[in-house]
């Protein structure tokens, strides 16, 4: 059984930064963030591959926003700089077992943790 746990969200000004760091559990994966605000569908943000540690980001993200992970512990980061209030959501990370890497729509992925809240206040 895979399991994802994430931590890190908060309330932090614009501007600012915040580090979510996701747990897992069992067997490595592709693994990528997602974002659901209220009213909203839920997002891709980012995706890195667990072989060669590609990395591919949704527009609205780029050059603020960092995925990375450590394969010895089964841990991946999102950091995230310059936020912004649109940036508000609640964060997921997500796991995807396809060989395929590059997967963009929640549909792809396989197991999913619980949600952090992210608030950015203007």
């Known amino acids: 059984q895979v399991r994802l746990v994430e931590s890190g969200g908060g309330l932090v000004q614009a501007g600012g930064s915040l580090r979510l760091s996701c747990a897992a559990s069992?067997?490595?994966?592709?693994m990528g963030w997602f974002r659901q605000a209220p009213g909203k569908e839920r997002e891709f943000v980012a995706i890195i591959n667990w072989r060669d540690d590609r990395t591919y980001y949704v527009d609205s993200v780029k050059g603020r926003f960092t995925i990375s992970r450590d394969n010895a512990e089964n841990k991946v980061y999102l950091q995230m700089n310059s936020l912004k209030p649109e940036d508000t959501a609640v964060y997921y990370c997500?796991?995807?077992?396809?060989?395929?890497?590059?997967?963009?729509?929640?549909?792809?992925?396989?197991?999913w943790g619980q949600g952090t809240q992210v608030t950015v206040s203007s």
């Open positions: 997500a796991a995807t077992a396809s060989p395929v890497w590059l997967k963009t729509s929640p549909n792809e992925y396989d197991y």
């Open positions: 069992g067997r490595t994966f592709n």
